[in-house]
């Protein structure tokens, strides 16, 4: 079995995170079943619509994008500009491999993070929270489409 990986992008504040996990769909459920590849951030305030497809492509380096099982977005509530580009990217990259597409809520995302010891990093937060609904849905067979995922612009 070739490895897979999922990718998570948080794009909703003036710095761009993102973290890929390897997965592993088929371990036992005592052991873990996804480890953290890499993650990294830049702080982009206003720049992030120039240089967010440069970091994501020096970011996935020597990856292949095929070998993406999902991807995780976070939806907002955040910067309006970020949200909306992070998550046409994600949508855009789902859509065009075919994986599913997490959309997950910041407030979602901090919780998991603070409820960790020792906390989570945002997008180790939302790697978590994605490939726990992953995991739910790997044995029906039925995930979320790409479509399904917009952005969360107020309460």
């Known amino acids: 079995m070739t490895t897979s990986f999922a990718l998570a ?8 995170e993102l973290a890929i996990a390897e997965i ?15 993650q990294q951030s830049w702080e982009l305030g ?11 492509n020096v970011f996935m380096g020597d990856l292949a994008w095929t070998d993406l099982a999902f991807l995780a977005i976070a939806t907002g509530i955040g910067s309006f500009t970020g949200t909306r580009i992070g998550v046409v990217v994600a949508r855009t990259i789902g859509e065009q491999l075919q994986i599913p597409v997490y959309g997950i809520d910041c407030e979602s995302i901090v ?17 978590a929270i994605a490939y726990d609904q992953w995991q739910a849905q790997w044995q029906t067979g039925v995930y979320p489409n790409w479509q399904d995922v917009l952005p969360i612009y107020e309460q």
């Open 24 to 38: 592993n769909p088929n371990s036992d459920r005592n052991s873990q079943i996804y480890i953290i590849h890499k």
């Open 46 to 56: 206003r720049e992030l619509s120039v240089q967010l497809h440069d970091c994501l």
């Open 9 to 16: 992008l948080h794009t909703t504040t003036t710095k761009l």
């Open 111 to 127: 919780t998991k993070a603070q409820q960790s010891d020792p906390p989570l990093s945002l997008g180790e937060s939302l790697l």
